[in-house]
C-alpha cells in the first residue's frame, strides 16, 4: 500500500508573513525595542563640563568633547552613520542674523522613509477620517506619536481600532522610523544652535496629509521654540519668505500702524518676525521654496511676465516666474524626495504649499525647544500660529487700520481663523464691509473682535 502523505504545513498567513518581514528588517538594523533603562529618548543635552565651559550639545556630544551628556536613543550611531555617507558635507552653523533655518536635502538627513510607514499614514487618514483634524490649507493631521497618537499606533501595530473588530497584519515600526527621525532633527539642531545648553524634541509628531491649497503666510510658535518639517513623499517643499524681502522693524510698525512703544503679544510679533506687516501680495511674491531662501529677488521683468501670464486666468494651477498664481497665491516650484529635512525657529514666515507633484503631500512635523539656561522647556501648543491679518487685534491699532487690514486680506477668509463665534462674526462683517461700515459700526466690531472669548 502507498505510504500516506505526510500533514502539510499550514499556510502562512499575510499576517504572520508581514510581521517576520518587519522583524528580520530590524534585526538587520540591529533595533531592539526600547526599555525602561534607556536614557530620555527626546533630549539632547551638554554635559555639566561643556555647560560650565560656555560649550554647547554641538561640542559636547556632536563633536564628542565628552561623553557624559544626555542624548535621544541612537543618537551616537546615527551620527556615525551619517558622518560616512559618501554625499555627506559638514552642515551650515546658523546665519548671522534674522531668522534660523535649514533646508537639507534627503541625500545627506541620514533618513531613509520606509514605504510602509507612510502607506500606514495614508490609509488611516483615509479610513479613519473621523480621527484625524483638517488644519488650515486642508490638510488632515494623524498624530504618530505623543498623547494623542494611541489610534494610529494600534493601526500601525495590526491592533483593532473598535470593539468587535477582527485584528489586522502589521503595517510598520513606527517607533523605529521616528526614533531615525528625532535623531536627524536633533544632529542639524546641534549645528544651528550649537552653544545651546539643551535641545528637548516634543512628544507630540503628526503628519500631515494632502495639500489641497496652499496655506496663508504666517509664523508659529513662541520664543526659543523651533518646528521640523520632514518630507515623507516626493512633493513641493515648505514655502518661507526670501531672506531679503522683509522690512526693517521700524518700517514695519510704520506699515501696519501699530505703536513702537506697544508691549502687547501682536507688537511683539512684529519684532520677531516684520514680514507681517505687508501687503498681501507683497508678501506672497516673497515666499519661495526653502530650497531658495537665499536666492536674488525676481526682476521686474519676471514680475512682469508672471502678472501678464496670470491675466485672464484665475486660480492658475501652475506658477509664474514670480512664483505665485493667477490669486498671487504662492506656488512651490521646486519637489523634494522623501527624506529631505526643514527646521526654522519661531521667527521665520513660512507657509505650507499646494500639492505640486502626484499623489498626497504627506509630511512629518514636530517642534522642539532650543534651551540656553536651566528653564523648562516649552509645549507645542496648535494655537500658536499667527496670520498677517491677527495684528488688527492690537489696541494700539486705529479702527480704521483693522477694518482696512482685515478687508485687505478678505480672501484668504480671516474669520475662518477665530474659533468663537462672537470674534469671528465681527471678524467677517470687518473684513467684507469694512470699508463701507459707519464709524460707530466699524467701532463695535473692532471691539467685539478684540475682547477676550469666554474660557
Known sequence: PARP???RAPPISASAQRKAALDAEDAADGWTPPSEADADARCLRACDACRAAGLGVKACLVDKRHAAGVAPRGFAKFCAEVRAAPAYREPDGPPSEGAVCAAVQAAVSGVAVPAHFVDAVK??????????TVIQGGRRSVYVDGGEAGPFRDFADGGALRKGERRVSRRTNATKFLERCRCAIAYRA????????????SADML?????????????????DQCQAVMALTRQAPTLVLRKDASPSIEEAFAKVGIDAGS?????????????????????????????????PPPTDEEVAAAAQAAQGRRRRSTA??????????????DAWDAGSLFLADHRLVHAGPRCTQPGPRVVLFTTF???????????????????PYFLAEDPSMSDEKAAALLHHWREEKPWDHYPDTDQSLAVKLLATRGPELSEEKRRDAVARMRATPPE
Open 5 to 7: 502523505r505526510p500533514p
Open 123 to 132: 490609509e488611516f487618514a483615509n479610513r479613519e477620517s473621523k480621527l484625524t
Open 190 to 201: 546641534a549645528y544651528l544652535w550649537p552653544r545651546s545648553h539643551a535641545i528637548h524634541l
Open 207 to 223: 503628519c500631515l496629509v494632502g495639500a489641497p491649497a496652499a496655506q496663508v503666510p504666517h509664523v508659529d510658535l513662541i520664543p
Open 263 to 295: 508691549t502687547t503679544k501682536w507688537a511683539d510679533l512684529v519684532r520677531a518676525a516684520p514680514a507681517l506687516a505687508l501687503g498681501r501680495d507683497e508678501i506672497n511674491r516673497g515666499m519661495v521654496d526653502a530650497t531658495r531662501y537665499l536666492d
Open 320 to 333: 509664474g516666474a514670480g512664483g505665485v498664481d493667477g490669486d498671487c497665491r504662492p506656488v512651490s516650484r
Open 369 to 387: 525647544t532650543v534651551q540656553s539656561t536651566e528653564a523648562e522647556a516649552a509645549t507645542y501648543d496648535p494655537r500658536d500660529q499667527y496670520m
